[in-house]
Nanobody, 124 residues
Framework: VQLQASGGGLVQPGGSLRLSCEAS???????????VAWFRQAPGKEREFVAA????????YYEDSVRGRFTISKNSAENTVYLEMNSLKPDDAAVYYC???????????????WGQGTEVTVSS
């Protein structure tokens, strides 16, 4: 199973970006009852949880600092999960990774599959 993250870039504070995470390979096995999550890692910091979505029910989970600004969603037909990021702040700058696994959690070790990361820079 492969996860391909894309959509990162340079944005000014207050701006918006949409990240995509597309799955390929044994997608039926991954997405039938799976959690897909976004994590981020800034230089010198640990990888931290951002948001997750439970594929079957669509239940969504957010880290407190992004709740109300970020929205995670999915497109079942395209096996793609999106992270819509609004009102971006300099503290949101990081490499963003998508991950998939069978269980929900906010630590990286819970997730079995990882994308390569896409960099988000928030700067004026």
């Amino acid at each position: 199973v492969q996860l391909q993250a894309s959509g990162g870039g340079l944005v000014q504070p207050g701006g918006s970006l949409r990240l995509s995470c597309e799955a390929s390979g044994s997608t039926g096995r991954i997405f039938s009852s799976t959690i897909v999550a976004w994590f981020r890692q800034a230089p010198g910091k640990e990888r931290e949880f951002v948001a997750a979505i439970r594929w079957g029910s669509g239940n969504r989970y957010y880290e407190d600092s992004v709740r109300g600004r970020f929205t995670i969603s999915k497109n079942s037909a395209e096996n793609t999960v999106y992270l819509e990021m609004n009102s971006l702040k300099p503290d949101d700058a990081a490499v963003y990774y998508c991950a998939a696994g069978a269980h929900y959690g906010t630590t990286p070790k819970v997730f079995d599959y990882w994308g390569q990361g896409t960099e988000v820079t928030v700067s004026s």
